[in-house]
Nanobody, 121 residues
Framework: QVQLVESGGGLVQAGGSLRLSCAAS????????MAWYRQAPGKQRELVAG???????NYRDSVKGRFTISRDNAKNTVYLQMNSLKPEDTAVYYC???????????????WGQGTQVTVSS
């Protein structure tokens, strides 16, 4: 069993910054990819940014230059530094991890419970 616990959401004015954290715990051999998704009301969940074990990253176009994803492999933790926030960034942000469990084969996808980010204009 693997758990993802997110923190760092909140209310911020446009132009402000927030830092999200997501810590994975449980029966983990390795985490192949860690990522952040978001879902705004009435919209589909979308990928914000992802990072591999080696540190390769990808971002959706609308956050490039403003958001930075990073990870601490020793702590099984991923971060999302969000700068120059805009009202359209308002959403519930979810952490996702593709995990190789310590006790069985294969790779499995796990989700955090979500953290609300609200950007006021």
């Amino acid at each position: 069993q693997v758990q993802l616990v997110e923190s760092g959401g909140g209310l911020v004015q446009a132009g402000g910054s927030l830092r999200l954290s997501c810590a994975a715990s449980g029966s983990i051999f390795s985490i192949v990819i860690m990522a952040w998704y978001r879902q705004a009301p009435g919209k589909q969940r979308e990928l914000v940014a992802g990072i591999t074990t080696s540190g390769s990253t990808n971002y959706r176009d609308s956050v490039k230059g403003r958001f930075t994803i990073s990870r601490d492999n020793a702590k099984n933790t991923v971060y999302l530094q969000m700068n120059s926030l805009k009202p359209e960034d308002t959403a519930v942000y979810y952490c996702n991890a593709n995990v190789r469990p310590a006790t069985m084969g294969g790779t499995y996808s796990y989700w955090g419970q979500g953290t609300q980010v609200t950007v006021s204009s």
